[in-house]
């Protein structure tokens, strides 16, 4: 199980951390996007991002693949598996936005 951790420091600096806890099939590597990169989610529409991003990723078959990420303007978010939290469908589900997880961190 994932484990995320955001502590505040004596001179008011946030600081993010995390485990990641599933298999490392292909590498994460720290990775910047700048405002305005394009990029494609598995299923759906060409998105462009509106802030710089960094984070913790891969770039498999033409797609950015966050694990975890922080824009300029604060927001974070991780990839975290919570054992028994999550139902994922095998095909796209109709009138719904249908994101994976790493899709939804972009």
Same mark, same amino acid.
């Given at each position: 199980?994932?484990?995320?951790?955001?502590?505040?420091?004596?001179?008011?600096?946030?600081?993010?951390?995390?485990?990641?806890?599933?298999?490392?099939?292909?590498?994460?590597?720290?990775?910047?996007?700048?405002?305005?990169?394009?990029?494609?989610?598995?299923?759906?529409?060409?998105?462009?991002?509106?802030?710089?991003?960094?984070? =913790?990723?891969?770039? %498999?078959? $033409?797609?950015?693949?966050?694990? +975890?990420?922080?824009? #300029? @303007?604060?927001?974070?978010? =991780?990839?975290?598996? %919570?054992? $028994?939290?999550?139902?994922?469908? +095998?095909?796209?589900? #109709? @009138?719904?936005?249908?994101?994976?997880?790493?899709?939804?961190?972009?």
């Amino acid at each position: 199980m994932c484990t995320s951790l955001t502590l505040t420091a004596a001179d008011h600096t946030t600081i993010l951390a995390r485990t990641m806890d599933f298999p490392n099939v292909d590498p994460w590597s720290p990775t910047k996007l700048p405002a305005g990169t394009p990029w494609q989610p598995i299923l759906g529409d060409s998105q462009t991002t509106q802030f710089n991003i960094v984070g =913790a990723s891969r770039h %498999l078959d $033409g797609h950015y693949l966050f694990g +975890d990420g922080l824009n #300029a @303007a604060g927001l974070s978010c =991780a990839e975290l598996y %919570l054992p $028994g939290r999550v139902q994922y469908y +095998d095909d796209p589900q #109709a @009138a719904k936005t249908n994101l994976t997880p790493q899709d939804f961190i972009l």
